[in-house]
């Protein structure tokens, strides 16, 4: 099935390291959603967007809903150990319309 | 914890079996999303329901899987004559309305042997 492309696949930072993923699609998307995966557990929503430009921040988390809607991008600023997961975008596509397409996934892993 | 539950959390069974799963959205949701999630990929659509209605199905639910929610609460996916390749995590989903995010259970692996 149709999976959205999301960047980079894997990242090594170091604790305290800012860090920035992003979501694309060839296709408009009017929701944009972020999850974090820990192993062996179900996706934990972080931030959910409904409007093209929108920002919108959840502590040390940031996400903006792409003015083109194809595409979204998140940030986290000053990571710590317990941010180490994968991240995944989703968005849904039309309204009426309510099945999530999730993204590849972007794991994160902290260096010590 | 008010969160959506699913049982069992692990599944293991003989390729051929009849395996079933059960969801408990979290209260007063009344939609309620099935996903199959593979190793290294993101979770992907099978099919949901508006209260005890089953509204859309995805192209990847067979005619071996059938999902209910006699009741408009709890749900149930049942894969039949199971086969090598439904080795995967079954995820439920469930939302307030269709405008609200939908919040995950922990899954049910299912290994096939």
Redesign the interface.
Known sequence: ?Q??NQSPQSMFIQEGEDVSMNCTSSSIFNTW?W?KQDP??????LI?LYKAGELTSNGRLTAQFGITRKDSFLNISASIPSDVGIY?C?GISNF??????????TRLTIIP | DTG?S?DPRHKITKRGQNVTFRCDPISEHN?L?W?RQTL??????LT?FQNEAQ??K???LSDRFSAERPKGSFSTLEIQRTEQGDSAMY?C?S?FD?HQ???????T?LSIL
């Open positions: 099935g999976q959205l959603l999850y062996g557990e179900g996706p934990v929503l959910a995944f989703a009426g319309n309510e099945k999530l397409t999730f993204g590849t996934g | 959506v699913q939609r999303y996903y290294g990929q993101g979770p992907e659509f949901y509204l859309e995805s192209r990847l995820l989903a939302s269709s995010p939908q919040h995950f259970g922990d899954g692996r």
